[in-house]
């Protein structure tokens, strides 16, 4: 099973990989991530006023989950440091952290109108992205893209365009790449340091391991 998975997600890498041709693109890191992903097939019709409310919308409703989240991430750092002289402190703080975690999830989960928290693995840039789906989608066909990050709650609502769907070689599920057509700059921004993180912390992981 870990084989067929490694293999449909090699196969969504190249999708992505040549969805990225342009030379604009290239500047742009690629990872494999866990996030949740919800997604649906956007008429051309629609797409002018989907991008108009993009524009008008106002992101800073979403902040307060992002916020919780970005404390919980500082309180991991002191928790380590607490932990040598203070194991039943950085017992109870760890508790604590706990349930930050859960009400700044449920929080994010609230103000995206997003309604499916399984997690979806994605080979992701700030150009575009890759995924499994249940079925095809037509190449050239607008998606209406809704993204939450982990462990930052950040969440970006964009407007792609499928570049590519093949069907994978295990399974009945297809692999879909598909460019950004809208993304907000502050978006795109939050994805660059998103994925530069997480570049990091996978070559972090690797000199540990080795």
């Known amino acids: 099973m870990a084989t067929d998975r490694h293999s449909s997600l090699t196969e969504a890498r190249q999708a992505h990989a040549a969805s990225d041709e342009p030379a604009e693109r290239r500047r742009y890191f690629r990872v494999e991530d866990d996030i949740i ?15 108009k409310a993009l524009r008008d919308g106002n992101p800073s409703r979403h902040l307060i989950a992002s916020s919780f989240a970005s404390t919980s991430q500082q309180m991991q750092h002191l928790l380590r440091k607490i932990q040598e002289r203070e194991p039943a402190v950085a017992l109870c703080l760890q508790a604590l ?18 309604t499916d928290q399984t997690l979806r693995r994605v080979d992701i840039s700030a150009a575009g992205l890759a995924f499994e789906a249940a079925g095809p989608v037509q190449v050239d066909q607008l998606l209406e893209l ?30 879909i790449a598909a460019d950004f057509d809208y993304l907000r700059d502050d978006d795109r921004e939050l994805l660059v340091q998103h994925v530069m993180r997480k570049e990091s912390s996978r070559l972090r992981e690797e000199r540990t391991d080795s």
Do not use: H
């Open 37 to 51: 992903l919800e997604y649906r097939p956007l008429a051309e019709s629609e797409r002018e006023e989907l991008i």
């Open 97 to 114: 952290n706990e349930k930050l975690d859960l009400l700044a999830r449920q929080l994010a989960m609230e103000t995206t109108e997003i």
């Open 146 to 175: 809704k993204m939450l990050l982990f462990p930052s709650l950040d969440y970006i609502r964009a407007v792609g365009r499928v570049v590519r769907c093949t069907r994978a070689r295990q399974g009945a599920d297809f692999n």
